[in-house]
Nanobody, 127 residues
Framework: QVDVVESGGGLVPAGGSLRLSCKAS????????MAWFRQAPGKEREFVAG????????PYLDSVKGRFTMSRDSAENTMYLQMNSLKPEDTAVYYC????????????????????WGRGTQVTVSS
């Protein structure tokens, strides 16, 4: 079992910044596949960013490229999402997802490939 906890969400005006954190604990491995997803009310959950280990190239949702940056501290099983230039359309519950293996590249964006999920942290961007 792997426990996953997100933190760092909040209310921010358009153009502001937030940094989300995710900590995995319990039965862990040297590396995880880790990713951020988000879900807005009435919309499907969508992939935001993720990779298979610290230092690997990270794909991003097109609408957040250049504004969001994912980073990892694999030794501490921690992942971050630095969110800059926030827009109202970024309003969503943000989830941290973990797979206890290295997913193939084509599976990184697929939510069903992940084994463990946090409860989410709310990000609200006012206009």
């Amino acid at each position: 079992q792997v426990d996953v906890v997100e933190s760092g969400g909040g209310l921010v005006p358009a153009g502001g910044s937030l940094r989300l954190s995710c900590k995995a604990s319990g039965r862990t491995f040297n590396t995880y596949t880790m990713a951020w997803f988000r879900q807005a009310p009435g919309k499907e959950r969508e992939f935001v960013a993720g990779n298979r280990r610290s230092g690997e190239r990270t794909p991003y949702l097109d609408s957040v490229k250049g504004r969001f940056t994912m980073s990892r501290d694999s030794a501490e099983n921690t992942m971050y999402l630095q969110m800059n230039s926030l827009k109202p359309e970024d309003t969503a519950v943000y989830y941290c997802a973990v797979a206890a293996r290295r997913l193939i590249t084509s599976s990184l964006r697929v939510s069903s490939e992940y084994d463990y999920w946090g409860r989410g942290t709310q990000v609200t961007v006012s206009s």
